[in-house]
T-cell receptor, first 109, second 117 residues
Framework: DAKTTQPTSMDCAEGRAANLPCNHS???????VYWYRQIHSQGPQYIIH???NNETNEMASLIITEDRKSSTLILPHATLRDTAVYYC??????????FGSGTRLQVQP | GAVVSQHPSRVICKSGTSVKIECRSL??????MFWYRQFPKQSLMLMAT?????????EQGVEKDKFLINHASLTLSTLTVTSAHPEDSSFYIC?????????????FGPGTRLLVL
């Protein structure tokens, strides 16, 4: 599976949008982009995934560039409970997810 | 989304004993289950993949005789840490995926924290 690159950490003010970037320049045509988050001492939580179109659900929006080499996860109105490590993962088919270091998002009051 | 449960949520045991962790998919049939572990301040590391009714496939460096995995049904997988030692203390997390649609996504359990004294 293609590797991803994410910033180590980010801060965001409560109530503002949090935009988390991810680079996946070696992604292949049949690989999906998945986003998960892990709140301290819990199992990872699925957020959203997409192939090439932008996606939105009740948690977040996923914007994938036209060349698919990067994507951005958007949390429209961050709350303190969104403080977590966010993982961007590229996955082919039903293979096991491979976790990198992720981005530690700290939402500030 | 889909729900995956784990039991127990935390366990403390003496060195040399065995510990069994259960992972259940509550509202879907999990054709494939994955076991991960996470050491403090590190990311999740895949230990093994198991398909229902088949032997598990272990990642390099994971001892199959030490970490016994059973996936006997479409809703239950177990991980048994045999003859546990303090270095096995970790956060063990299972994950499950189904066969179609949203269930092809990997859903994770809440994790089991193991402390071996």
């Amino acid at each position: 599976d293609a590797k991803t690159t994410q910033p180590t950490s980010m801060d965001c003010a409560e109530g503002r949008a949090a935009n988390l970037p991810c680079n996946h320049s070696t992604i292949s045509g049949n690989e999906y982009v998945y986003w998960y988050r892990q709140i301290h001492s819990q199992g990872p939580q699925y957020i959203i995934h997409g192939l090439k179109n932008n996606e939105t659900n009740e948690m977040a929006s996923l914007i994938i560039t036209e060349d698919r080499k990067s994507s951005t996860l958007i949390l429209p109105h961050a709350t303190l409970r969104d403080t977590a490590v966010y993982y961007c993962i590229v996955r082919q088919g039903r293979r096991a997810l491979t976790f990198g270091s992720g981005t530690r998002l700290q939402v500030q009051p | 989304g889909a729900v995956v449960s784990q039991h127990p949520s935390r366990v403390i045991c003496k060195s040399g004993t065995s510990v069994k962790i259960e992972c259940r998919s509550l509202d879907f049939q999990a054709t494939t289950m994955f076991w991960y572990r996470q050491f403090p301040k590190q990311s999740l590391m895949l230990m093994a993949t198991s398909n229902e009714g088949s032997k598990a496939t272990y990642e390099q460096g994971v001892e199959k005789d030490k970490f016994l995995i059973n996936h006997a049904s479409l809703t239950l997988s177990t991980l048994t840490v045999t003859s546990a030692h303090p270095e096995d203390s970790s956060f063990y997390i299972c994950s499950a995926t189904g066969t179609s649609g949203v269930k092809e996504t990997q859903y994770f359990g809440p994790g089991t924290r193991l402390l071996v004294l």
